[in-house]
Nanobody, 130 residues
Framework: QVQLVDSGGGSVQAGGALKLSCVVP????????MAWFRQIPEKEREGVAL????????????HYADSVKGRFIISEDNAKNTLYLQMTSLKPEDSGMYYC???????????????????WGQGTQVSVSS
């Protein structure tokens, strides 16, 4: 079983920032699609950001949910096999459980389809107060 390790959640006030981290096994980090999802209360799990594999970081493609564009950014440290999600200008509606996920390479469906991600982290809680 493959286990991703995500962390970095916490409690902040609206307008604040958090940086989430996800440590990934090397082979998966390099060859799989890597993404952040979140589960907001009373809503379906939704894709937040995606990094496609491409070898050199400059060739990687990033995708973002419309609701987080301009506020969240996905990044990585290849030497540490670690994926990050930098979240700024946080809003109360961003509150929820955030998950790191690794998806099948070569997937041609929607980028945020959770069914294509077989490996997940435990989740890290983000709470944003008004």
């Amino acid at each position: 079983q493959v286990q991703l390790v995500d962390s970095g959640g916490g409690s902040v006030q609206a307008g604040g920032a958090l940086k989430l981290s996800c440590v990934v096994p090397k082979d998966i980090y390099t060859g799989f699609r890597m993404a952040w999802f979140r589960q907001i209360p009373e809503k379906e799990r939704e894709g937040v950001a995606l990094r496609l594999p491409g070898g050199e970081p400059v060739y990687y493609t990033m995708h973002y949910a419309d609701s987080v564009k301009g506020r969240f950014i996905i990044s990585e440290d290849n030497a540490k096999n670690t994926l990050y999600l930098q979240m700024t200008s946080l809003k109360p509606e961003d509150s929820g459980m955030y998950y790191c996920a690794a998806g099948f390479p070569g997937w041609t469906g929607s980028w945020d389809d959770a069914r294509s991600f077989p490996y997940w982290g435990q989740g890290t809680q983000v709470s944003v107060s008004s």
